[in-house]
């Protein structure tokens, strides 16, 4: 069964770095999402991705923060210059099309920011 | 009040009985609703989603949705130790913003 994957599955870095997401949707999806999950709070919605484009974000994706589709399979999250703040799991998800389907997570990058 | 609220649990359910998950929403306009799963340090699983009034049955689980009242619930029947998890429900506001309730812990007791 197709799964969306993710890599790497732990970052750690430091405070004031770049680091760099990386996401690899279902082949036939076309609807890209990044969420995020503090330890112990819920999940976050943090932006949308539709046709090399972003359709929806949060406030939470403030201009630290950038997605990008560099070639037909991978969607990158980049976090500019990291804050302690920002240490959280972050999942990509996939959906194939159609307003409000099931979105199909990936396992997840645990970002640790010291 | 808040987009989606579960009753964070925990909520503890003995080896073989049913476990009954609740979930309101405040957006009236929502039209898809999903439970997903997750095991500490994984990420969602989902197990069902439900778009119409009523109940939706998929092997030992039963999603309820009452738009009326806002509401909607994850029924497990003869519950197993491996059904221990956080459970979430999940409601679209707007066609992209999947937005979480901070889900309910349920310890299903051997």
């Known amino acids: 069964e197709p799964e969306v994957t993710q890599t790497p599955s732990h970052q750690v870095t430091q405070m004031g770095q770049e680091v760099i997401l990386r996401c690899v949707p279902i082949s036939n999806h076309l609807y890209f999402y990044w969420y995020r999950q503090i330890l112990g709070q819920k999940v976050e919605f943090l932006v949308s991705f539709y046709n090399n484009e972003i359709s929806e974000k949060s406030e939470i994706f403030d201009d630290q923060f950038s997605v990008e589709r560099p070639d037909g399979s991978n969607f990158t999250l980049k976090i500019r210059s990291t804050k302690l703040e920002d240490s959280a799991m972050y999942f990509c998800?996939?959906?194939?099309?159609?307003?409000?389907?099931?979105?199909?997570f990936g396992p997840g990058t645990r970002l640790l920011v010291l | 009040q808040k987009e989606v609220e579960q009753n964070s649990g925990p909520l503890s359910v003995p080896e073989g009985a049913i476990a009954s998950l609740n979930c309101t929403y405040s957006d009236r306009g929502s039209q898809s609703f999903f439970w997903y799963r997750q095991y500490s340090g994984k990420s969602p699983e989902l197990i069902m989603f439900i778009y119409s009034n009523g109940d939706k049955e998929d092997g030992r689980f039963t999603a309820q949705l009452n738009k009326a009242s806002q509401y909607v619930s994850l029924l497990i029947r003869d519950s197993q130790p491996s059904d221990s998890a956080t459970y979430l429900c999940a409601v679209y506001l707007g066609n992209e913003k999947l937005t979480f309730g901070t889900g309910t812990r349920l310890t299903i007791i051997p």
């Open positions: 998800a996939s959906r194939v099309g159609g307003a409000q389907e099931t979105q199909y």
